[in-house]
């Protein structure tokens, strides 16, 4: 009888152990094409074990102007309306969950330095964001899309406008009756005043982990240590798990140092690439309070994909096999 109870036991700690594996967000974070694509692209991501795909409807904002752009003729098609349902609809077609995560592009800079000097165009920003995200929000609605982004990045609008997000949020749940998420630069997650009213904390989680050339995994899992320990904290806050709305690495030397890129100038390293995915997930897939990511990034056409030996893409590179055993 004894033995009976123990082995019980460790059967259904590994079918709890598969469990929360087959649970897990385990996803690619897609590239918009330039132009229309067909279904074949969608059906290769089954060779990763991927079951989650993240679409980004752009919008672009110029210099300190108060305005989103968005849905523009000069836009390329996989980041319009138009691009966008055609790629949830291929997605779906291969049993692929889709994330829609509007973002919008600054111009001259990043968007979450993004700030504006009057209550006047603080006002006209916001609506025509809020018009932005509402038009998504229907279109996530509509082809029954599995996790919406109400935004990302937006560190300065989240800390100088503390209200807005709250009414924005309350806007998106009259039209749209899915997930909800943020996503939060990594440096401004604690930030955020909102988290309550989602489904899931998302962080855009470009650490920087260690200043050497190709450190090793065990020492890149002792720098997430205590990363992962305010995140489980703020997790814990929040009774939310954690969501990497974006995680990666170059495939370059000192790509754990400038985590967030380092504009080409070190040398190929595609083995602190692989490095760098194999303490990430190490450190975080076993944990119940963490939802799974979505990797940076995936590309979709051979246009976009051109000379990305040094750079995020894991496509082609040492670090798929990696992907592929922890996805599956």
């Given at each position: 009888?004894?033995f009976?109870?123990?082995?019980?036991f460790?059967?259904?700690?590994?079918?709890?152990v598969?469990?929360?594996?087959?649970?897990?967000?385990?996803?690619?974070?897609?590239?918009?094409?330039?132009?229309?694509?067909?279904e074949?692209?969608?059906?290769?991501?089954?060779?990763?074990?991927?079951?989650?795909?993240?679409?980004?409807?752009?919008?672009?904002s110029k210099d300190?102007?108060?305005?989103?752009?968005?849905?523009?003729?000069?836009?390329w098609w996989?980041?319009?309306?138009?691009?966008?349902?055609a790629?949830?609809?291929?997605?779906?077609?291969q049993?692929?969950?889709?994330?829609?995560?509007?973002?919008?592009?600054?111009?001259k800079g990043?968007i979450?330095?993004f700030?504006l000097?009057?209550?006047?165009?603080w006002?006209?920003?916001?609506?025509?964001?809020?018009?932005y995200?509402?038009?998504?929000?229907?279109?996530?609605?509509?082809?029954?899309?599995?996790?919406?982004c109400?935004?990302?990045?937006?560190?300065?609008?989240?800390?100088?406008r503390?209200?807005?997000?709250?009414e924005?949020?309350k806007?998106?749940?009259?039209?749209y009756?899915g997930?909800?998420t943020?996503?939060?630069?990594?440096?401004?997650?604690e930030?955020?005043?909102?988290?309550q009213?989602?489904?899931?904390?998302?962080v855009?989680?470009?650490y920087?982990l260690?200043?050497?050339?190709?450190?090793?995994?065990?020492?890149?899992?002792k720098a997430?240590?205590?990363?992962?320990?305010n995140?489980h904290e703020?997790?814990k806050?929040?009774n939310?798990?954690?969501?990497?709305?974006?995680y990666g690495?170059?495939?370059?030397?000192?790509?754990?140092?400038?985590t967030?890129?380092s504009?080409?100038?070190?040398?190929v390293n595609?083995?602190?690439?692989?490095?760098?995915?194999?303490?990430l997930?190490?450190?975080?897939?076993n944990?119940?309070?963490?939802a799974?990511?979505?990797l940076?990034?995936?590309?979709?056409?051979e246009t976009?994909?051109?000379?990305?030996?040094k750079?995020?893409?894991?496509?082609?590179?040492r670090?798929?096999?990696?992907?592929?055993?922890?996805?599956?």
């Open positions: 009888m004894k009976c109870k123990k082995y019980l460790i059967v259904f700690s590994l079918l709890t598969v469990s929360c594996s087959q649970k897990k967000i385990n996803g690619v974070s897609l590239v918009s094409p330039p132009k229309s694509v067909n074949v692209p969608f059906v290769d991501l089954h060779q990763i074990n991927a079951n989650w795909v993240a679409i980004i409807p752009f919008a672009f300190t102007a108060p305005n989103v752009y968005f849905d523009h003729d000069r836009q996989g980041e319009k309306t138009e691009g966008v349902v790629m949830i609809n291929f997605a779906k077609k049993q692929l969950k889709v994330f829609l995560k509007p973002h919008v592009w600054h111009r990043w979450g330095d700030t000097e009057t209550e006047q165009d006002e006209v920003w916001e609506k025509e964001y809020t018009d995200i509402l038009s998504y929000a229907k279109v996530a609605q509509e082809q029954q899309v599995e996790l919406f109400v935004g990302t990045e937006l560190k300065q609008v989240v800390l100088k503390p209200l807005f997000f709250k924005l949020i806007k998106v749940k009259q039209i009756k997930k909800l943020y996503a939060a630069n990594w440096d401004n997650a930030g955020v005043n909102f988290w009213e989602l489904d899931y904390i998302g855009d989680a470009y920087t260690s200043n050497k050339k190709e450190p090793s995994v065990d020492e890149l899992i997430w240590q205590p990363i992962k320990q995140l703020l997790s806050r929040n939310k798990p954690i969501l990497l709305t974006e690495f170059e495939s370059c030397d000192f790509n754990t140092k400038d967030w890129g504009n080409g100038i070190y040398a595609e083995q602190a690439q692989a490095n760098a995915y194999k303490a997930y190490k450190t975080f897939y944990h119940n309070w963490f799974g990511g979505f940076w990034k995936w590309h979709l056409t976009t994909f051109r000379n990305k030996s750079t995020f893409t894991p496509q082609g590179k670090v798929i096999d990696v992907i592929k055993n922890q996805f599956r």
